[in-house]
């Protein structure tokens, strides 16, 4: 078993940043994969991007460049480091990890203001 904590969300004006983290806990190593979807409202959860266990970043087009995941493996904590932000950034993000199966963190919501 593996859990997963968000924390960081809030409101934000556009153009404003935010650092998101993920702190993990239980059957999870340096090894797994973590990263973080969004869900904006009406609409399906999308990928924003994660970092692997040898530390190599993916991100989705519409972040990148913007966004940047990083991990501490000390803390087995993941952050999600958002900056440039616009208002088509709301949603609830959420953490995952991949470990012997998907596990998901509960969600953190962030709030863009034009």
């Known amino acids: 078993q593996v859990q997963l904590v968000e924390s960081g969300g809030g409101l934000v004006l556009a153009g404003g940043s935010l650092r998101l983290s993920c702190a993990a806990s239980?059957?999870?190593?340096?090894?797994?994969?973590m990263g973080w979807f969004r869900q904006a409202p009406g609409k399906q959860r999308e990928w924003v991007g994660h970092?692997?266990?040898?530390?190599?970043?993916n991100y989705a087009d519409s972040v990148k460049g913007r966004f940047t995941i990083s991990g501490d493996n000390a803390k087995n904590t993941v952050y999600l480091q958002m900056s440039g932000l616009n208002p088509e950034d709301t949603g609830v993000y959420y953490c995952?990890?991949?470990?012997?199966?998907?596990?998901w963190g509960q969600g953190t919501q962030v709030t863009v203001s034009s």
């Open positions: 995952f990890a991949d470990a012997d199966r998907r596990y």
């Open positions: 239980g059957s999870i190593f340096s090894s797994n994969a």
């Open positions: 970092i692997s266990g040898d530390g190599v970043t």
